[in-house]
């Protein structure tokens, strides 16, 4: 008994809400400071804004200096389009006025005028230079007109303060001459190509061709190159001296001629839209004697056809490019050697034997043979670019054959 109420009155003794109440101060006297965690907050958002503008500005501006770079790499390119554009104005401005002025036009195949850009400047025919290339640029030219067969070709010429010039195909090879190796050389007033990979291809009429060299007159003598070529006798006449249909080897009167005008009036190897581009030339059709075998001494041009825009090689034209220096004479083998004519099976040539009626010579590989004229060879188309044409591009080489306009 004594145990119980002693234990009772230590229970009684003890003050429990006291001490709750002390606890309660004790657990929730901690505040959050909403204040404290609304800054930091704020703070953060605004460093990761800051960030982000940073980001954009560096990006807006290494997009304006690319774009800077770009304006600056281009404008020379852009520059140069545009007086491509005038030639295309002067030759548009040229078809005008001799559309109203058709009696100036020239009448005769082969024959020429030429009318000043300040001409059809005053005319109102073409704008001035000022407003087309800029005040700051000084320009002067003129635009040719030549009658191919009655068609009219024109070609511009543009000169521009020093900065432009219209470049012609044969003042763009001729600025590159050799006088070793492969290349173009200098050979008695006229240049031929030589040597047995020189860079002389050319892309005409959606065709390859290769360049045999610059005539005197500043035209551009090519070749046809393309394997797909045909085959034709020289000529087939019944010839009264070995009574026989051997042929006749007088170039005016052949088979070969009837074949060339033929496939120049069927647009054979170039388009009619091409054909303003071609001019007649002086073909040598000169007789060689087997007593004249001296390639330096050869007299082609002593006898020449002039009423033609389409022919063949002459004999000398596959024997000069060869480097050998043992090819010296028509018939020597050395003559294939560092040629590119080797790989370019040429056929026929325009000229005969001086000592007989019925054989011509014939080519393959660069070297050339006596051939009956009535037998049938291949017939390689030889033209001649107006000196006049303008080059665009390209430099010679099979990748990148020479480009033209106009």
Not at 142 to 147: D, S, T
Not at 304 to 330: A, F, H, M, R
Not at 349 to 370: E, K, M, Q, R, W
């Amino acid at each position: 008994m004594d145990n119980k109420d002693e234990l009772e009155k230590d229970i009684e003794s003890t003050d429990f809400d006291e001490e709750l109440d002390d606890l309660d101060n004790e657990t929730f006297t901690y505040k959050i400071d909403n204040n404290n965690v609304s800054n930091d907050y704020n703070k953060n958002y605004s460093n990761n804004n800051k960030s982000t503008l940073y980001i954009v500005i560096g990006v807006v501006i290494l997009i304006g200096i690319i774009s800077l770079l770009i304006f600056i790499a281009n404008r020379g390119g852009s520059k140069f389009h545009s007086y491509s554009k005038v030639e295309d104005s002067m030759v548009s401005g040229a078809k005008s006025y001799y559309k109203k002025y058709i009696s100036e036009l020239p009448t005769i195949d082969g024959g020429s005028v030429s009318v000043s850009a300040d001409t059809l400047i005053e005319n109102s025919f073409l704008k001035p230079f000022s407003e087309l290339v800029g005040k700051d640029v000084s320009c002067s030219g003129y635009v040719k007109v030549y009658n191919v067969n009655d068609n009219y070709s024109y070609f511009p010429y543009l000169s521009c303060s020093g900065e432009y010039e219209s470049l012609t195909l044969s003042k763009k090879i001729t600025s590159s001459l050799v006088s070793s190796g492969d290349g173009l050389y200098s050979y008695g007033g006229k240049y031929v190509y030589r040597g047995e990979y020189p860079n002389n291809y050319i892309k005409f009429n959606d065709k390859m061709w290769r360049i045999i060299g610059v005539n005197v007159d500043g035209s551009v003598k090519i070749i046809y190159s393309d394997k797909k070529i045909e085959r034709n006798s020289w000529d087939d006449r019944y010839n009264s001296d070995k009574d026989s249909y051997y042929g006749i080897n007088d170039f005016r009167v052949s088979r070969l001629l009837e074949y060339l005008n033929n496939v120049y009036e069927k647009n054979t190897y170039v388009s009619n839209s091409n054909k303003g581009l071609l001019v007649k030339y002086d073909w040598c059709i000169g007789k060689i004697s087997q007593n004249d075998s001296l390639i330096s001494s050869l007299n082609l041009c002593s006898d020449t056809y002039s009423d033609l825009y389409i022919g063949v090689v002459q004999v000398d034209e596959v024997l000069l490019p060869s480097l050998d220096t043992k090819c010296i004479n028509v018939y020597d083998t050395e003559c294939t050697n560092y040629n590119y004519f080797f790989n370019i099976n040429t056929g026929w040539t325009l000229n005969a034997s001086a000592d007989n009626t019925y054989t011509a010579f014939n080519s393959n590989g660069g070297s050339v043979s006596f051939k009956r004229t009535s037998n049938e060879g291949y017939i390689r188309p030889v033209v001649n670019l107006n000196s006049n044409v303008l080059y665009k591009s390209g430099t010679g080489t099979s990748d990148d054959p020479y480009i033209i306009g106009y």
